[in-house]
């Protein structure tokens, strides 16, 4: 097999001459990568700072998510996900994806219930 390192990524060829990317150290990889798809994926009995404080400790941000409820004003910060409106959901992902210092955001319609 043949592989190639370049700046700690791994090039593999595989049968139809494409390459797929392996990285080295695939923890840091990730943490370049915040995807969420909808406000579906959250879970509806925990609060907003739950959310934060799990995205907080997956990236290691150090408690940023206190900066940016207050930036986005989200006064709503102890209410459960099942208790909130779209538009705040949202903002929660956005809030989430802020947090999570990722390189590379990726976010299915964000604007989605948002009065913009």
Do not use: C
């Not at 494409?18 to 969420?36: D, G, M, T, V």
């Not at 705040?88 to 990726?106: F, G, P, T, V």
């Amino acid at each position: 097999m043949d592989l190639r390192a370049y700046k700690n990524i791994y090039l593999i060829p595989n049968a139809h001459g494409a390459k797929r990317i392996y990285p080295s150290n695939k923890i840091e990889y990730h943490k370049q990568l915040f995807y969420f798809e909808s406000e579906g994926m959250l879970f509806p009995n925990l609060t907003v700072i739950d959310h934060l404080k799990f995205i907080s400790d997956i990236f290691e941000t150090k408690d940023n998510y206190v900066k940016i409820t207050n930036a986005l004003d989200m006064n709503y910060f102890l209410k459960r996900i099942k208790e909130l409106s779209l538009g705040m959901r949202q903002q929660l992902i956005i809030a989430m994806a802020i947090s999570s210092n990722a390189k590379y955001i990726i976010l299915d319609e964000p604007n989605n219930g948002l009065d913009i």
